[in-house]
């Protein structure tokens, strides 16, 4: 169930809104152009530099307490949900989620980017908030906080944003 809010979200917003479910995840954090504290960092189980940009990995329950005790605020980012049991060494990336430029967001039917993720978080340059899953609990509980919500694809449909055959 893919769903797009047209305005602005805070991560905090979202993450409240999605508790329980943020904690049942592991989060690779990807694309993230975020006013971040210092004290951040350690919240974060790796950080590494990859040749798109930097990868950050975090257990659902640190990134709650990452969310609510800093400062963070995200203009881009993508936060990708892993079942508890999968880890991702950072340094062998296969998928590096983006999402300034991505245009595979605004096709018929977005796909999550890391084919072993259950969900995608994306945060449009203060604009849009994106979620691709394939928990049908995240987004009904993401739909139900967010009365305004949008199929992403009944939106890239309206808004012309691929042609159909």
């Known amino acids: 169930m893919n769903t797009i809010i047209e305005r602005f979200v805070s991560i905090q917003e979202v993450m409240t809104a999605l508790h329980s479910q ?3 995840y592991n989060w690779l954090v990807t694309d ?4 971040l504290s210092n004290d951040a960092l350690q919240y974060f189980e790796e950080v590494q530099e990859v040749e798109e940009g930097t990868a950050y990995w975090i257990k659902g329950e640190r ?6 005790h800093t400062n963070l605020y995200v203009i881009w980012g993508v ?9 991702i060494t950072l340094n062998e990336l296969t998928v590096y ?7 595979d967001l605004w096709i018929e039917s977005p796909r999550i980017q890391y084919p072993s993720a259950v969900c995608e978080l ?10 691709l899953s394939q928990v049908k609990d995240v987004s009904s509980r993401f739909r139900k ?19 159909s055959e």
């Not at 949900?81 to 880890?87: D, L, N």
């Not at 906080?145 to 309206?158: A, G, H, K, Q, V």
Request: proline share 3%; aromatic share 18%.
């Open 145 to 163: 906080t967010f009365p305004d919500w949008r199929s992403l694809e009944e939106y890239n449909r309206t808004e012309g944003l691929y042609e």
């Open 97 to 103: 989620p983006f999402a300034d430029g991505n245009s």
């Open 63 to 68: 990134l709650l307490e990452l969310v609510h």
């Open 122 to 131: 994306i945060f449009w340059d203060s604009t849009f908030v994106l979620l």
């Open 32 to 35: 993230l152009d975020a006013v």
């Open 79 to 87: 936060f990708t949900a892993f079942e508890r049991h999968e880890s």
């Open 22 to 24: 943020v904690s049942d």
